[in-house]
């Protein structure tokens, strides 16, 4: 699998893997448009794709101007292959070495990605919206875990 920066011609295999997942699922597809990847891709932040045999299987964007993680999103047949962590972690890597301090998400409660997040150290820090949790991660937090555990 090789993991690499977010190009524009992704964002087709984007779509579909975000269409694809059985959890944090969008109410309406056509909420997310091809425009708004792009703009979350190259104009607010930064995204990073996992290719495995020249499809793309999972995706992540990190948005500096809302200071939020926008997508982590894997195809569901690839996923708990360490796909999520390993992007999560070139995301985060590259978030806090733009100089800035704090991260937060949202995430629906009681899936996998909450547990994920929960499990890997982010802290829950109340309700985003009416129905999901929030997650916070600090620059110091990140690199303490980034410290006790082998990446």
């Not at 607010?44 to 793309?56: H, P």
Request: proline share 3%; glycine share 6%.
């Amino acid at each position: 699998m090789t993991f690499r920066e977010a190009k524009i011609e992704d964002i087709p295999q984007i779509q579909i893997i975000r269409n694809a997942v059985k959890e944090n699922t969008l109410s309406a597809p056509r909420l997310v448009t091809d425009k708004d990847c792009e703009v979350f891709l190259f104009t607010r932040g930064k995204g990073w794709v996992c290719e495995s045999e020249d499809q793309i299987v999972g995706f992540a964007i990190a948005d500096l101007q809302e200071n939020n993680i926008w997508a982590l999103f894997i195809h569901p047949t690839f996923e708990k292959k360490g796909i999520e962590k390993k992007l999560h972690d070139i995301m985060l890597n590259w978030y806090f070495e733009q100089n800035k301090t704090y991260v937060w998400l949202g995430t629906s409660p009681q899936t996998r990605a909450e547990k994920f997040y929960s499990t890997i150290g982010w802290i829950e820090n109340g309700l985003h919206g009416k129905a999901e949790i929030k997650f916070e991660m600090t620059r110091e937090n990140w690199a303490m875990i980034k410290k006790q555990s082998p990446r």
